[in-house]
């Protein structure tokens, strides 16, 4: 056992990266925790800074090449984890970096613009729609939350890693959307037309903005389509998570139907 000490200067270090978003910037790191997310992560082409296991938690091994391994007591992991039920795998890795310009898209790409998404669990949720649909990108624009946020990480499930994913500015997304020639569908209630009556198998650009507030007037003013979903009942929106994997699915369905 290489770590049992709770006060060892690694854990310590650790805790403050899943904790501090200017010390993964500073330093240009990010942990991910969890045998199924490391394994995205490694096999999106990443390469570790260091790996740790709990050997007491661990059912599953890891084998990477080259990889350094420190195995810590279930005591020590259990502080390093952001999770309540552990399964040992824990691993420290520099932020991967991916600019709009290396962005590939297909013939008639399918685009999710997350902008201003404020809670982790919703940004991951989009990621995990957005690799289940096949998506081609999700670029998050002006966000509120930490793309590489730990909780990020672990409510995509690693999808983070299996979708080309960016952070940029507003206008540099649209700019590069309107270069691609890809309209760009911004969800809405305030919309006249149904979401499932409009033609999604061109190439799109769905927006989605915060469940308070909705997108912004730049989105607004630059959207090409507006649509909305339906709503029956009393309250007056989704979870934004929720809308935009409706939008997306309709979009697959109808590309799939010919």
Not at 74 to 90: C, I, T
Not at 164 to 190: D, F, G, H, I, Q
Request: glycine content about 6%.
């Amino acid at each position: 056992m290489d770590i049992i000490s709770l006060q060892n200067p690694k854990v310590k270090y650790i805790v403050k990266l899943r904790e501090d978003k200017r010390q993964r910037q500073r330093d240009g790191l990010i942990l991910v925790e969890g045998f199924d997310e490391l394994t995205l992560a490694l096999g999106s082409g990443l390469k570790p800074q260091s790996l740790l296991t709990a050997p007491e938690l661990a059912s599953r091994s890891i084998d990477f090449p080259n990889a350094e391994i420190t195995t810590v007591s279930r005591a020590v992991f259990e502080k390093m984890s952001y999770r309540d039920n552990p399964d040992g795998w824990l691993g420290i890795f520099p932020t991967p970096k991916t600019t709009m310009d290396e962005l590939r898209v297909s013939a008639s790409p399918l685009v999710i613009v997350a902008e201003s998404v404020e809670k982790p669990g919703n940004l991951g949720a989009i990621l995990r729609t957005a690799d289940a649909a096949h998506v081609d990108a999700v670029i998050v624009c002006d966000p509120r939350v930490d793309l590489w946020n730990p909780n990020v990480i672990r409510a995509s499930r690693g999808a983070v890693f299996a979708v080309p994913t960016v952070e940029a500015e507003s206008s540099t997304a649209l700019a590069w959307l309107r270069s691609r020639k890809m309209r760009v569908l911004a969800a809405t209630p305030s919309a006249e037309v149904l979401y499932t009556d409009v033609d999604l198998r061109e190439p799109i650009a769905i927006a989605v903005g915060t469940e308070d507030e909705g997108l912004t007037d730049f989105w607004m003013q630059n959207a090409d389509i507006k649509v909305k979903i339906p709503m029956l009942g009393r309250v007056n929106s989704l979870n934004v998570s929720i809308a935009t994997a409706l939008i997306t699915y309709e979009s697959v369905r109808q590309r799939n139907s010919g």
